[in-house]
């Protein structure tokens, strides 16, 4: 803030100044008061011509320098000038600032498009062009879901809230597979990022096809052998010194076919892309059954208990679910003392249906849980070979559960025993079951 | 010729009902491109359980054009368009018609490409059909393209690439009456080919209705029965100016 007395100074001397040029005047002309008047008119017109002659230079911009004034005018047009300069100044910075940015994110090997609350495209980089066939200059202000039309993109660009992604197989170049990222920034303002990943998917392809392929060729040769062991087990005329080996090569060959199945099974897994609708599966039903069929198993804990408190099912497929839990129970028995015990419980609430294996066996050390569900992963080698497990049955079970958009939580204390729960969301669960 | 020229409304709800309306329809376009790929890569790959999934899904367009016609009858009912967005309107009630059929001829395709996965596949693999698939495959994209961007210079291009499947269609079935003449065992077969073929060249007719309906959006001409290179000196020489 400028200071009063300063400006009432300032005001005194100019006022000063030309009355007494008007009163020399008035004393040439005889009339004081005449001559005060012509003075100020005089004063008043110049101010305004200045006035005018700045404010003309403001509008038409001719030259850079604001013409010849003086007093304050002088100083108001040089500070003009100033402001004028620095603005140019940080316009041009920021244009640079601005042409980096685009060049760069035009160099990125990723398509990125910037996309309002309605899900209009506003800037789209090059590569963008290319992935997502949009044409610069001609795109901006369309909807993005008009464009990519195709339905599996548009339901995800729909549905999509926070950060999401997508794999998926573009349908006019049935070749080509893009995933696809949407990042919600800024007001409503989302960022749609496209990346080209037919190789890893062509990649991944071929290692499941090779699991695939040779679990199925060799479990035709292992059929054969394991026909001639069994043929040789039973057997009377076979020697006895060979009895031993013979029996525990059948073993073997039992757990090699366990192990093919497995990782067949696995890859059938792979190998549907999309979640599974399914059909109502009767699970109460279906857990009296495997708890009929664990009661069967040479080795098993003393006790299997199985209690129900739900009589909803599953929407599902009812041979993933069988092998899901089938595994779990396995698993439970195998790792459980004779005299130890086995609990099985299926129940729903808000949060949507839960199965969970219980066990007071010898539990599992922490560092060991996140890796359970990796395939062949051992959390110890000779316990493993020693029970006979193929090192998948965790693998089958993350998938399969996966598939219904389910979740495993695995707690455990050693020494204590472990917990396996299956969560399935409230939208997978079916009604009740006939009885 | 953008979007925002379609209407600088006082009813800013009015806007949005036509913008969703053109969504709706594009939204019906994806859905049949993806049956029209997929009903070729049945009867190409000899998928039939492909090739069935198409003909069973083929109730879900019809579903979309019922419900886009019940709109767009919701929308003249009430806001009585005038002008560019009444041609918008009757726009879309034309496109659903054409896209309604491309569905039915897709249904037909996955049809019979179930039928023939079960048969032995051909010697040349179905090259001709896989290729004149992918030529209407392009061009129904491209028409739908120009009608998300409201490009009538695109839109008459395209229309122009119709004769390209109407020559490829003249093609096959030269092709199958040699094959007829020559070897009356395939006579079946080759029936199944031509109206595989036939039903993709009808594809193509339809794609080139939907350009007729982008000019017709953009410029308010009906370009119907109209030869092609009229319309494009009168559109040409009228974006020029």
């Known amino acids: 803030m ?103 994110t035009s160099a990125l090997p990723d398509g990125v498009v910037v996309l309002n609350s309605a899900r209009e495209i506003l800037w789209f980089n090059e590569p963008a062009n290319s992935l997502l066939g949009l044409r610069r200059g001609r795109d901006q202000g369309i909807r993005i879901d008009n464009l990519l039309r195709q339905p599996e993109i548009q339901e995800f660009l729909v549905r999509a809230t926070g950060d999401r992604s997508l794999i998926v197989r573009m349908e006019r170049d049935r070749e080509h597979w893009l995933l696809l990222r949407l990042v919600p920034f800024g007001e409503g303002r989302q960022l749609l990022l496209a990346r080209d990943v037919t190789e890893t998917q062509q990649l991944a392809t071929v290692r499941r096809d090779f699991v695939a392929n040779a679990s199925h060729e060799l479990r035709t040769p292992l059929t054969v052998i394991a026909g001639y062991l ?101 698993n439970a028995a195998k790792y459980t003392p004779g005299d130890g015990a086995v609990q099985l419980r299926w129940w729903t609430d808000a949060d949507g249906g839960h199965f969970s294996v219980t066990d007071n066996g010898p539990g599992i050390a922490p560092e060991h849980i996140p890796r359970l569900t990796e395939r062949f992963y051992r959390v110890d080698a000779s316990r493993n070979r020693e029970t006979g497990g193929t090192g998948l049955g965790l693998a089958i079970v993350k998938h399969a559960l996966h598939k219904h958009d389910a979740r495993l939580d695995i707690r455990s204390d050693p020494g204590q025993g472990s917990c396996f729960t299956c969560h399935f969301p409230v939208t997978r669960l079916s009604g009740a079951h006939g009885n | 010729m953008d979007t925002a020229n379609l209407g600088q409304h006082i009813s800013r709800r009015f806007n949005e009902d036509l913008e969703h309306l053109r969504s709706q329809v594009l939204s019906m376009g994806g859905f049949v491109e993806q049956q029209l790929s997929q009903a070729v890569t049945a009867l190409v790959e000899g998928d039939s359980a492909l090739g069935e999934s198409v003909a069973r899904n083929d109730f879900q367009v019809n579903a979309m054009e019922v419900a886009i016609d019940e709109e ?132 193509g007719d339809h794609a080139k209705n939907l350009c007729e309906y982008v000019i017709y959006m953009v410029h308010g001409k009906d370009v119907r029965h109209t030869r092609l290179e009229d319309i494009e000196s009168e559109l040409l020489g009228k974006s020029a100016r």
């Open chain 2, 72 to 203: 767009c009858q919701r929308i003249l009912a009430t806001r009585a368009p005038a002008a560019g967005d009444l041609r918008v309107v009757l726009a879309v009630i034309k496109s659903i018609t054409d896209l309604e059929r491309v569905g039915d001829e897709c249904e037909k395709i996955g049809y019979i490409g179930s039928r023939l996965a079960a048969q032995e596949r051909p010697a040349d693999k179905y090259r001709e059909l896989k290729h004149l698939g992918r030529v209407v495959q392009d061009l129904l994209h491209a028409a739908l393209d120009s009608y998300a961007r409201l490009d009538a210079e695109a839109a008459v291009r395209i229309a122009q690439q119709d004769r390209a499947v109407d020559e490829e269609y003249e093609a096959i079935q030269r092709q199958c009456i040699t094959f007829m003449m020559e070897d009356p065992r395939t006579i079946r077969r080759a029936l199944d080919t031509l109206l595989i073929a036939r039903a993709l060249e009808r594809i």
């Open chain 1, 230 to 330: 069994e043929t040789l087990d039973t057997d009377p005329d076979v020697p006895v010194a060979l009895r031993g080996p013979l029996s525990e090569m059948r073993r073997q060959s039992d757990r090699m076919r366990a192990l093919l199945d497995d990782l067949l099974s696995l890859a059938k897994l792979d190998a549907s892309e999309a979640e599974i609708q399914g059909a109502p599966v009767d699970v109460p039903e279906l857990l009296q059954q495997l708890q009929r069929d664990a009661k069967q198993l040479a080795t098993r804990p003393a006790t299997i208990e199985l209690s129900v408190d739900s009589a909803q099912g599953i929407l599902g497929d009812r041979a993933m679910l069988h092998s899901a839990f089938w595994n779990l129970i396995e």
């Open chain 1, 2 to 104: 400028f200071e009063i007395g300063k400006l009432i100074a300032f005001i005194a001397a100019r006022l000063l100044l030309v009355a007494a040029v008007g009163v020399l005047l008035g004393l040439v002309l005889g009339q004081v008061v005449i001559g005060i008047l012509v003075a100020m008119a005089v004063a008043l017109a110049w101010q305004w011509i200045e006035l005018f002659r700045l404010a003309f230079w403001l509008r038409n911009r001719r030259t850079a320098n604001p013409p010849e004034t003086f007093g304050l005018w002088s100083e108001v047009g040089a500070a003009i000038v100033r402001l004028h300069r620095r603005k140019r100044f940080h316009k041009a910075r920021m244009l640079a600032v601005l042409r980096e940015l685009r060049e760069s």
